[in-house]
Every structure is written in C-alpha cells, then in structure tokens.
C-alpha cells in the first residue's frame, strides 16, 4: 500500500506489523501523561483510524498544543492489534507532524452535535462531519453507478446544452442567459439554462440508439421547499426502438442496480446513515432492491385514491396532477413498494409523450418510491410526424421553434422511449436525508447562491 495509503486501505487490509504514514484530519485528541489518542479521517471512509502517541516521542511536545479537532497531520507507525472495541487495528505511532492549524476556539466543528441548518450556513466546511461525508460519499458511489449501468448496456454517454432556445417542458419556468456587456441576443436569439436535455437526446439516440445524458439543470420555480432547487442533476436516457413497456423495464433495473452498488460500496455509510438519520433506511432499500415494481395506469390510481378513507389536503379526480401526499400513499402505505404508473391524461402532460389509441391519455411514466414520492419521469416519445405537430399547436407553440425536433421524426421515425432521474432525489432516497439542500454540496434555491 505504500506511503500514500488513503485509510480506507489502512483499515481493511493492513496487516499487523506493516509500517503506514496515516495523513488525515483529527476528528479527536485525548491524552494522559503518558500517551496521546489521536483520531484521524480522510473521508475516505466512514472509520477513523486511531493513533497511539506516546508523550515522550521526539518533537511531541513542539507540537501537542497544535493537536485540536480538525487539524491536519501526518502520524507515521506500526499497526498493532486494538484492544478496543469496532476496531481492527490501531496505528502505534512514533512520529506526528501538523500540516494545517484549527484554531479550537473559532473552527466551528467541534465534537458535538449540530442542526442541518447551522451546517447549511457553513456548506464549505460541512463534508468533514460524519453524515454529510456519509452523504457525499454516498452520492459519488450513485454517479459512477450510473455510468456503469448504462454502459453495460450499450448507452453512449452524451453532453447536451446547457444553453438551449426550446422549453423542453412548456413550463416557461426558465432562467434566461444574458450577457452583462450588451443589451442584445448573445446567441442572436433569446437563449435559456436548460430543463432537460431530452430534447437533444433524442436527436443522437436517433443516430447512435441508445444514449444517456448526466448533468446539471435549472429550474426557476419560486418555491422554497425541502423538495426543490434552482440547480439540480438530472440523468436522462433515451433509447430509440425502445417503447413504453421497455421504459418500465430500464427504469426499475436502474433503480435497483443503484441500491445494489450503494449496498456493496457505501455498508458502513449505510449503517450510519440508518442509525442516525432514518431508522427505516436499510429496510426501505433492501424492500426495494428486492421487490418488483407495482405496475398501474393514471386511471387505477385515481380509483384507489378516492377509496382511500382519508382526508386529502389536494382533493382527488381524473385529471388531477398527482400531487406527494397521493404519491406517497400509493407506494408507502397502500402498495409498500415502489410503483410504476402509466396512461396520464395527455391534458397534463408534456406535448412530446406518445399519444395512446384512446386519444385522452399518453405513454406516461412515473416511477413512485417510499418517502420520496416521484423519483423518475419518463414517457414514450410520440414519432408520428402529424400527431406531433397538431399537440405542439394545441399548447400554443410555434411550429418553427421546434423544426429542428420536427425534423427526426420526418426523417426516420422510430418508437423510441426515456425518461429523466432527479439526481438528488435518488441521493435522497438512498441516505434517508428529507431536505434535498443536503444532498448537494454547494445548492442553490430560491435566495441562496452562497459559496
């Protein structure tokens, strides 16, 4: 393992004898007068590595006063046994050296408890505590899933704009792209950050067949709530040939591939997370992972929730949008496992959904989780040419501003299905966290673009 051993290595294969220099930052110092406990992270892991320093180690003393939490250093040593308890091993230390001074009386992550609103004021310093590197570490493992996943599959990874001139949604809910220097059209057009880039992957799964995009988009929705941002990660696949039943299929082994490699990759972070943020987590996963979707139409659901004995605060009918409470009922307390819903009313629906034979509804789908409600969205694209052009002028847009879009379905039209995972709710519902500003290093929401 060598010198640069990260501890995550140390911990689960170092053997007893081996020599290590540990470089991390002390989560905790104790001492007495004959030895000094150093604990030590490196975010590598959710463990810490514990150092033991006798007191009379040469330039010890030169140094004792600079060994407070959050501190930087490099311990050298032998590893050993330990004698205590959720411990393989200890490092016996004969040499420590600090890189970087934190002040005890002004570092504001001392050892004891804090409010996710207090660490949200201080979001640059917030990955060295225990849940948010839980969290972060947890969110890395979903994105390299992700690539995994679909690259097993054939998807070709693709960038899309973050620059667009369509509305993809219709929702008008935009951030518009000016530059400061002039008052006129950059782009020579009025140009927005995107919502999704479902648009253009369309256009390269209709010349490479299969593809996905990850990256960031924007939304600018005025509400401030546990659930929204303003910037958000979306992972959207498209695949041509692919129909709505397809859809169903890549979604619900998506979901479960990134349960799987959390399980494999994050068990210690897991284990935090289910003991000290959501005492349900590992159940509600493992349900998950191991359970097949519940498969209804709009309409089913519909029936279900009028039945329910209970009181909604968003009354129920056919051609509602769902809202989280009807969401939420349908797959933590009537189906107790993630469910799949297809064939909403076109009437709420985005204009680019196929349109069914029954000519109200469309090839919709929504994917339902326990405690997070909708986590993925999704449709059959509609690719005939006329159907597509007649829902595009029934929601008041202009023909012109998508002819591009016209344009793969005039040439070459296929069936071809996708649909977009909201990054962070996935983060969500993995780490058990309930406010989506907590699964984002750095977010931004309504009034806040700190850092």
């Known amino acids: 393992m060598g010198k640069h051993a990260l501890l995550k290595q140390i911990l689960e294969e170092g053997q007893v004898g081996e020599r290590f220099t540990a470089r991390g930052w002390l989560r905790s110092h104790r001492g007495s007068k004959a030895v000094s406990f150093l604990v ?51 490092l016996k230390a004969d040499k420590v050296a600090v890189l970087g001074v934190a002040d005890a009386d002004t570092y504001p992550l001392q050892k004891k408890g804090h409010s996710m609103e207090f660490l949200r004021s201080i979001a640059h310093l917030r990955a060295r505590t225990n849940v948010f590197g839980a969290v972060f570490r947890v969110r890395a493992t979903l994105a390299q899933a992700t690539h995994r996943f679909f690259g097993d599959r054939g998807f070709h990874y693709v960038h899309t704009p973050i620059i667009t001139a369509s509305d993809c949604e219709g929702a008008g809910e935009m951030f518009e792209v000016k530059a400061t220097s002039t008052k006129d059209h950059f782009f020579g057009r009025q140009a927005m950050l995107t919502v999704s880039g479902q648009l ?3 256009a390269l799964a209709y010349g490479l067949g299969q593809v996905y995009t990850f990256g960031p988009t ?31 299929d890549l979604a619900e082994a998506y979901l479960k591939a990134l349960i799987t490699a959390v399980f494999e990759h994050n068990a210690d972070d897991i284990d935090f997370l289910g003991k000290f ?36 605060e968003f009354p129920v009918s056919w051609g509602i949008d769902l809202q989280s409470e009807h969401e939420r009922f349908l797959a933590e307390e009537h189906f ?7 064939a909403y009313p076109k009437e709420i629906k985005a204009f680019y959904m196929f349109n069914n034979d029954d000519d109200k509804t469309v090839a919709a789908l929504d994917v339902l989780v326990p405690r997070i409600g909708e986590i ?21 847009m202009a023909l012109e501003d998508y002819s591009w879009y016209l344009d793969l379905n005039r040439f070459g039209a296929v069936p071809h299905a996708g649909f ?14 309930t406010n989506i500003r907590d699964v984002v290093p750095f977010p931004r929401s309504v009034g806040q673009a700190a850092f």
């Open 40 to 90: 030590l992270y490196d975010g590598s892991t959710m463990k810490t590595l514990q150092a033991v320093l006798p007191t009379d180690t040469p330039g010890y003393e030169e140094v004792a006063h600079q060994l407070t939490t959050g501190a930087s250093v490099v311990v050298e040593g032998v590893l050993v046994e330990s004698p205590g308890k959720g411990q393989r091993v200890e």
């Open 277 to 312: 943020v959501d005492k349900q987590l590992v159940q509600t996963l493992e349900s998950t992972r191991d359970q097949t979707f519940e498969r209804i139409t709009y309409t089913d659901a519909v029936d279900i929730l009028t039945k329910a004995k209970r009181e909604w």
């Open 218 to 248: 924007f939304r600018a929705e005025n509400s401030n709530t546990s659930r929204h941002l303003a910037e958000f990660w979306m992972i959207e696949p498209e695949a041509a040939f692919y129909d709505i039943h397809d859809d169903m």
């Open 376 to 396: 993925i969205g999704g449709s059959q694209r509609e690719h005939r040419l006329d159907r597509l052009e007649s829902r595009i002028t029934a929601d008041g």
């Open 200 to 202: 253009n992957a369309e």
């Open 336 to 342: 107790k496992r993630p469910v799949m819903i297809t």
């Open 420 to 433: 977009g995972l909201g990054f962070e709710r996935a983060v969500m519902f993995c780490t058990g966290m």
